[in-house]
């Protein structure tokens, strides 16, 4: 089952999971560390943030290792950008007014 990348975002266990695993891959232990959760509720999250495919595993040895896919980060940030140029539009515009204001009251 493919799910859907934002639905995996939507918790804040699995977006503090996806910032641990940002910068280097970790096993589920070591993730589990950093919760006040269960061992199973953990890997509920990492089996989430797989089918997804935010993060994949792979086996080194006896342990597995979780890391950070950037490519379907980026379907994220694609996503995002379009808001983030409405809203620089919108601050650009309020930033225009603020200085009209400012000059206005400036020269009184």
């Not at 269960?38 to 595993?57: D, F, P, W």
Request: hydrophobic residues 40%; contains cysteine.
């Amino acid at each position: 089952m493919r799910r859907d990348i934002f639905q995996a975002i939507a918790d804040p266990s699995r977006r503090a999971i996806i910032a641990l695993i940002a910068m280097q891959a970790m096993t589920p232990n070591a993730i589990a560390e950093h919760f006040d959760t269960s061992r199973q509720a953990v890997s509920k999250h990492l089996k989430i943030l797989t089918e997804c495919e935010l993060i994949t595993n792979q086996q080194v040895g006896r342990e597995i290792y979780y890391r950070l896919e950037i490519d379907k980060m980026k379907e994220i940030d694609q996503w995002l950008e379009q808001f983030k140029k409405i809203w620089e539009t919108k601050f650009e515009q309020l930033d225009n007014l603020l200085q009209t204001i400012q000059k206005k009251e400036n020269e009184k």
